[in-house]
T-cell receptor, first 113, second 113 residues
Framework: AQSVTQLGSHVSVSEGALVLLRCNYS??????LFWYVQYPNQGLQLLLKYTTGATLVKGINGFEAEFKKSETSFHLTKPSAHMSDAAEYFC???????????WGAGTKLIIKP | NAGVTQTPKFRILKIGQSMTLQCTQD?????MYWYRQDPGMGLKLIYYSVGAGITDKGEVPNGYNVSRSTTEDFPLRLELAAPSQTSVYFC????????????FGQGTRLTVV
């Protein structure tokens, strides 16, 4: 069965520092992978996705993620954190059925001034 | 653009009461979804619809019902509310399944007491 594990329910970084949010997945089929962001009291918004092709995917707000099949990982990074990046981030993988996304538990990103 | 609109934003229900969470989208998307989000957990799919008149159960459908009489609207009905249904509910839509972005409403925070 597909599953998604996000390491760390909370990650704290200083403003200007590297952001690294970890996501590992299991999938019995070639995965479609997604990162969504949820700002306080708002719905989720797509940051980026990997379906096929280039394994380094660039998203909005300076975020990018790299699909590593050998490590079954899809970690999210940003070179320099900004206060506005404070939010909760969710990794998801398409399930066996086309309608279904399997979601990680989320990582809350805290930015220290 | 309105996107996906959910009402109400907040609601407190007493055990045994019923209510309908409203969801409407103006993007002419065929696919619509209801999720619940519990603290420390990923989103869980309650019900989904692939078009007007067609609905199906997701991972956690017990205690809920849906209907899809139009492309735009996808209400979620709670019958006999229970404390276990205290959660944040998100409605989402997408133009097709699988590899595409889902667009989310702002959520409904429901408390059952």
């Amino acid at each position: 069965a597909q599953s998604v594990t996000q390491l760390g329910s909370h990650v704290s970084v200083s403003e200007g520092a590297l952001v690294l949010l970890r996501c590992n997945y299991s999938s019995s089929v070639p995965p479609y992978l997604f990162w969504y962001v949820q700002y306080p009291n708002q719905g989720l918004q797509l940051l980026l996705k990997y379906t096929t092709g280039a394994t380094l995917v660039k998203g909005i707000n300076g975020f990018e993620a790299e699909f590593k099949k050998s490590e079954t990982s899809f970690h999210l990074t940003k070179p320099s954190a900004h206060m506005s990046d404070a939010a909760e981030y969710f990794c998801a993988v398409k399930g066996r059925s086309n309608y279904q996304l399997i979601w990680g538990a989320g990582t809350k990103l805290i930015i220290k001034p | 653009n309105a996107g996906v609109t959910q009402t109400p934003k907040f609601r407190i229900l007493k055990i045994g009461q019923s209510m309908t969470l409203q969801c409407t989208q103006d993007m002419n998307h065929n696919y619509m979804y209801w999720y619940r989000q519990d603290p420390g957990m990923g989103l869980k799919l309650i019900y989904y619809s692939v078009g007007a008149g067609i609905t199906d159960k997701g991972e956690v459908p017990n205690g809920y019902n849906v209907s899809r009489s139009t492309t735009e609207d996808f209400p979620l009905r709670l019958e006999l509310a229970a404390p276990s249904q205290t959660s944040v509910y998100f409605c989402a839509s997408s133009p097709r399944q699988g590899d595409t972005e889902a667009f989310f409403g702002q959520g409904t925070r429901l408390t059952v007491v």
